[in-house]
């Protein structure tokens, strides 16, 4: 019951803030933009059947790469002063006054971040993706409100992974500067340091590409080897397993372009993760001593 | 049956609203080993206004967190309304107004949200009119709909206590509660906690402020680096202190002459006199006010007094003493 009546609390005071509504209108304004790109012109004559497939293309390529840009950022934002806050500003304080337990409230301030989350990812998506129909012209199909319901959902899972990373850095840490700070270096890490350290660390470690020669009428072409092809490719993998980006990435491509899921492995290690994170969260705040 | 009452009342009396035996808490930092509160042994009668006095990071706060349960101690034990500070935390959280130091309410709810909030997690039955009935005791009726965020210091203080009132408390706990209040609000302050405390509620108050707040306190303790120095009630110190501090007298005569300062200094208990803003200030090694006015009289006094030690001597006399003891 007071699970419930603090969750109500906590959920209507992060949808009042300055901060939820921020968040929200430039996530939709972002992705409107991104998306109004697509209605540019093209020289290109093409069938009727290509065109609509490239426009096709064209809408997921941009959704995605700016859902992987923003929502990371959105799910920290939401998520850094979750508890460091509350500790800065005193309201952890008056909450532990009351005949409460610590685990009530980091249960409370979780659901109630989570269900915040839920809107701040929805909304944009849903807003932006309804005008760009609309713009269109494009009445979409049963097919295709499944498919953008489940990509949604992806992008969800997706959202939790980082807002939990977020709330376990808000827990471990007493300033919500410093815990939105390292919110922010794992996110760069994750999406932009990683991906282009990657090549110069498999170079380390299998050395530089070895080329075959190959005769193609009077001109000698030179061509990566399979080999290594092969094996740079297994590396990054590997490396870039460890970001919550790569598995994200690799559900979307699978929805976006194969317009269907086979291989769920992605979305099980960022729900293992978020699941993981948000025990740990628990864990750290129940111990932590407030002073 | 009176007899009974007697007694009754005289248990009441001796009972104590806080007790602790040997209360410490440790913190552990990267370099060292921090006791926060070392060893207290505190106690605080029913009915009092208790100030505990401290400078800053003398370990007060420490102190009232661990007996509302909010942070475990390392060692010793303590009760709070006869409830144990480690095993019925949750009863002395239902049972006690607590206030803490720079406290936090949600930002985005108005003043009569956020109460409504705490009342309900506090279980406080009938919570709408006891809300309306906080508000208008710590005067913020009129302001009930304005968000936290937008208050001034001294309204979320009064909101502060307001959510310390809610459960009706017997003990009211309160942590640096005129921090940031304007002296008209303090006044107001102290005129709302004597009234509380008439109602028969128990006041502890932490504070580092000595001038503000510290005349309505009935009962102290001084802290100091984590330890209790001196404790008991405002008058048996104001004694302890002045068996331990010199005499001061203060005169006023019709007129001042070099002859009678002359006169006074040559008697072997006076250390020091001079006329300051037409007083004569006279201090004594011992208790010398006969002698005084013995030499005073030939000169035509107005007045005479001794000057008592104030609460501010008190805290002085014994931290200064603590911290030169531990140099």
């Known amino acids: 019951m007071k699970v419930f009546e603090l969750v109500k609390v906590e959920f209507g005071d992060i949808v009042r803030s300055n901060k939820f509504v921020a968040l929200t209108v430039i996530f939709t304004l972002m992705l409107l933009s991104g998306l109004c790109r697509v209605m540019e012109p093209t020289l290109v004559t093409e069938n009727q059947f290509a065109g609509v497939r490239r426009l096709g293309f064209e809408v997921a390529r941009t959704i995605g790469d700016f859902v992987c840009f923003l929502v990371p950022i959105v799910a920290i934002v939401l998520g850094y002063d979750s508890i460091s806050g509350k500790i800065e500003k005193g309201a952890i304080k008056a909450l532990l006054a009351q005949p409460i337990y610590r685990d009530q409230v980091i249960l409370s301030v979780i659901i109630a971040g989570l269900l915040a989350l839920a809107l701040n990812v929805v909304i944009p998506l849903a807003l932006a993706l309804s005008t760009i129909t609309l713009l269109l012209g494009i009445t979409p199909t049963l097919g295709d409100i499944v498919l953008l319901t489940e990509y949604m959902a992806c992008v969800m899972v997706f959202a939790l992974a980082y807002y939990s990373l977020s709330v376990f850095i808000s827990a471990a840490s007493s300033n919500s500067t410093r815990s939105l700070v390292a919110g922010i270096m794992v996110w760069l890490v994750f999406s932009f340091m990683l991906p282009r350290l990657t090549p110069a660390l498999i170079r380390l470690i299998i050395g530089p590409p070895r080329y075959e020669q190959t005769q193609m009428g009077n001109i000698i072409v030179l061509k990566m080897s399979k080999e290594y092809i092969k094996k740079y490719t297994i590396i990054r993998s590997k490396i870039l397993s460890f970001t919550l980006d790569y598995h994200f990435r690799s559900i979307q491509d699978q929805l976006l372009l194969s317009l269907s899921i086979r291989d769920y492995s992605g979305l099980i290690v960022l729900l293992v993760f978020s699941a993981a994170a948000l025990l740990a969260s628990f864990i750290v705040f129940v111990k932590k001593e407030v002073r | ?327």
């Open chain 2, 1 to 327: 049956m009176d007899i009974v009452c007697f007694r009754s009342i005289c248990d009441c009396e001796k009972m104590m609203a806080i007790e602790t035996e040997k209360l410490t808490k440790e913190y552990r930092t990267k370099k060292k080993i921090v006791r926060a509160v070392d060893s207290v042994d505190l106690r605080v009668p029913r009915g009092s206004i208790f100030g505990l006095l401290g400078e800053n990071g003398a370990g007060k706060s420490t102190l009232i967190h661990m007996l509302m349960g909010i942070t475990l101690p390392t060692s010793g034990s303590g009760k709070v309304l006869e409830y144990d500070i480690v095993k019925e935390s949750l009863k002395i959280r239902e049972k006690v107004g607590f206030m803490p130091e720079n406290l936090g309410f949600y930002e985005n709810l108005s003043a009569e949200q956020n109460l409504l909030v705490f009342a309900k997690l506090a279980e406080v039955k009938n919570s709408e009119e006891r809300v309306k009935e906080c508000l208008k005791v710590v005067g913020l009726w009129n302001y009930r709909q304005r968000k936290y965020k937008e208050m001034s210091t001294g309204m979320k203080q009064r909101l502060g206590l307001a959510q310390a009132l809610l459960k009706d408390p017997e003990l009211l706990i309160l942590d640096e509660p005129t921090a940031g209040i304007d002296p008209l609000g303090i006044k107001l302050f102290k005129e709302l906690l004597l009234e509380l405390n008439r109602e028969g509620r128990t006041i502890f108050i932490s504070t580092h402020l000595l001038y503000e707040i510290a005349p309505i306190f009935t009962h102290v303790a001084i802290m100091c680096r984590g330890k209790i120095v001196v404790q008991g009630s405002v008058e048996e110190l104001e004694k302890k202190v002045a068996s331990r501090r010199e005499y001061i007298y203060e005169a006023k005569l019709f007129s001042y002459s070099q002859r009678l300062i002359k006169e006074i200094l040559s008697l072997n208990v006076v250390k020091e006199a001079f006329s300051e803003k037409n007083k004569l200030i006279i201090k004594c090694s011992r208790p010398a006010a006969s002698e005084l006015l013995q030499i005073l009289f030939k000169y035509g006094v107005r007045s005479f007094k001794e000057i008592l030690p104030s609460l501010s001597d008190i805290f002085y006399t014994y931290v200064k003493g603590e911290l030169h003891e531990s140099f």
